[in-house]
């Protein structure tokens, strides 16, 4: 999918080829706009009227309008974001309005689209963004709560007072990990114990974020050997993956780590530079746990379920 803003000419008009396919994508959506109300017929949606509520929109210094076309250039979607809410007490950027062509849904634009506008905030150093769905509207608030926005008021629209929830997401930078469970041949698995500032203490994996075309694999691997000081050990099969938020080196992530298998012996990390690199990592201990410990301790380990994944791939090891 690409990207590409909405640009009037100099006369601030429209391009008829390009209205010409606004208007086919606005008339598409009749059930939405039977919803909204912002034009007289739903089902007889016209250039002229597209043209006007798109010029009336970029006559706001903070709006731009984003169209999205297909890998095959047609126009799939359209977004109207606002660079700042005309409330000064609200911190955020606005999304007005995505909307996708009806007839393009269910391949996965929506996802897309949206990611792309949030990628495009957070590129301008933006924390976190808001839209308003309609309270008559159950589908797209489904569909916004699915990719993680959350409600934070209810309140009328400012153009027609229409009643609206409004929902917020904090922009987190992405960051891709990977991460190795090391199972002695009891059946324990090690694991060090960290010091986030935004989740506290916890347990995880020997493991870490990747470096620029590093697979998972390969940083898997890396980063065993640079925590504990092990090099005889491979990771075989994958263990699943999982996604979770924490702070990292003073920056809030979003992060997506693949976890791997490797069996070797039991015994402690060792090496010349290891006291360093655990201190740069928050790392302040480790342990080897049991399968039963695991499963009942109250203390956080990630990722989740870690002893019941882990007899899911091996079997029933002893505890």
């Not at 297909?70 to 126009?75: F, K, M, T, Y």
């Not at 229409?162 to 992405?174: D, G, H, I, N, S």
């Not at 693949?258 to 039991?266: D, E, F, K, L």
């Not at 655990?278 to 049991?290: A, D, F, M, P, Q």
Request: with cysteine; proline share 8%.
């Amino acid at each position: 999918m690409i990207l590409t803003p909405l640009l009037l000419t100099p006369d601030h008009d429209i391009p008829a080829p390009l209205l010409a396919e606004l208007t086919a994508l606005y008339a598409s959506q009749h059930e939405f706009h039977t919803l909204s109300g912002d034009f007289p017929d739903p089902y007889d949606i016209r250039p002229e009227q597209v043209k006007a509520a798109l010029v009336e929109e970029l006559a706001h210094p903070d709006a731009e309008v984003l169209l999205a076309r297909s890998s095959a250039g047609r126009l799939v979607g359209i977004a109207i974001t606002l660079a700042h809410h005309p409330d000064p007490a609200d911190p955020d950027p606005w999304i007005g309005l995505l909307m996708v062509d009806a007839g393009a849904q269910r391949n996965g634009y929506g996802r897309q689209f949206v990611a792309l506008v949030e990628e495009r905030f957070r590129l301008a150093g933006r924390t976190g963004v808001r839209l308003a769905v309609l309270a008559n509207n159950p589908k797209g608030l489904a569909f916004w709560t699915a990719l993680g926005y959350a409600t934070v008021d209810h309140r009328a629209d400012r153009r027609l007072g229409r009643p609206c929830a409004v929902l917020r997401k904090e922009l987190r930078t992405p960051r891709k990990a990977a991460r190795v469970a090391v199972v002695d041949p009891e059946g324990s698995v090690f694991l060090f114990r960290y010091d986030n500032v935004e989740v506290g203490h916890h347990w995880a994996l020997p493991g870490g974020g990747l470096e620029r075309d590093e697979t998972p694999r390969e940083g898997a691997v890396r980063e065993l050997r640079e925590e504990t000081g092990w090099t005889d050990l491979e990771p075989g099969p994958l263990l699943c993956a999982w996604e979770h938020d924490f702070t990292y080196s003073g920056i809030r992530v979003h992060q997506h780590e693949h976890i791997y298998v490797a069996h070797g012996p039991r015994r402690d990390p060792s090496g010349p530079h290891l006291a360093a690199t655990h201190t740069g990592e928050g790392i302040l201990g480790w342990r080897w746990w049991t399968r039963r410990e695991l499963v009942e301790t109250s203390e956080s380990v990630w990722p989740p379920r870690l002893g019941e994944l882990l007899t899911e791939l091996d079997g029933d090891l002893p505890s």
